[in-house]
């Protein structure tokens, strides 16, 4: 059945970095757009980032644009979100989350997402 | 806009229906049929519950059902149940940036 399983977060001082990778099974993952949605301790979604089944388009939101990048690897079956110049406003949990084919571009639609890793970033 | 806007809390006893409701702009909700709502229990992933305005995923209870009237949809819950009780995130396409999500509304089961 299709899984998504995110690791890579923790704490980690302003400015520095981390890489999240979310591993996928059940499926493949290059032919589905796939995303990064975050969730603030106590406050609402926010899609951050997504990659097409293509490669390209590749979004980043305001939020984070210059300082994260999307990726993907199709041997490993994987995605990844890799986070420079961390701030205090980073501090969430990170979920990778499936887009089904058919949603269009742009459309907030997620079918499978993963259980989350937090991602604290505190001196 | 930054988000769509919905209801802070909404409560009702078992048994019982409930509506939340998911406001938006003529640049979002209003023009398009491409709202989506998601069940969030504490500590847990987002689940889909509808999308398309009024389309149930595989699996998902038909005590839920969604509509849209204007530049507001709304997710009704038929029912009520305990384990419904979570938290409600609805998500619309918007034409003038990447598709946003509501507020969230914490639904409380008496």
């Known amino acids: 059945q299709v899984q998504l399983v995110e690791s890579g977060g923790g704490l980690v001082k302003p400015g520095g970095s981390l890489k999240l990778s979310c591993a996928a099974s059940g499926f493949t993952l290059s032919d589905y757009y796939m995303n990064w949605i975050r969730q603030a301790p106590g406050k609402g979604l926010e899609w951050i980032s997504y990659i097409s089944s293509r490669g390209t388009p590749i979004y980043h939101a305001d939020s984070v644009k210059g300082r994260f990048t999307i990726s993907r690897d199709s041997a490993k079956n994987s995605l990844f979100l890799q986070m420079n110049s961390l701030r205090a406003e980073d501090t969430a949990v990170y979920y990778c989350?499936?887009?089904?084919?058919?949603?269009?571009?742009?459309?907030?639609?997620?079918?499978?997402w993963g259980q989350g890793t937090l991602v604290t970033v505190s001196s | 806009q930054s988000a769509l806007t919905q209801p802070a809390s909404v409560s009702g006893s078992p048994g019982q229906s409930i509506t939340i409701p998911c406001t938006g702009t003529s640049s979002d909700v209003y023009a398009y049929n491409y709202v989506s709502w998601y069940q969030q229990h504490p500590g847990k992933a987002p689940k889909l519950m509808i999308f398309h305005v009024s389309n149930r995923p595989s699996g998902v209870s038909n005590r839920f059902s969604g509509s849209k009237s204007g530049k507001t949809a709304s997710l009704t819950i038929s029912g009520l149940q305990v384990e419904d009780e979570a938290d409600y995130y609805c998500s619309s396409y918007t034409s003038t940036t990447t598709g946003i999500f509501g507020t969230g509304t914490k639904v409380t089961v008496l």
């Open positions: 989350a499936r887009a089904p084919v058919g949603a269009m571009i742009d459309e907030p639609l997620f079918d499978f």
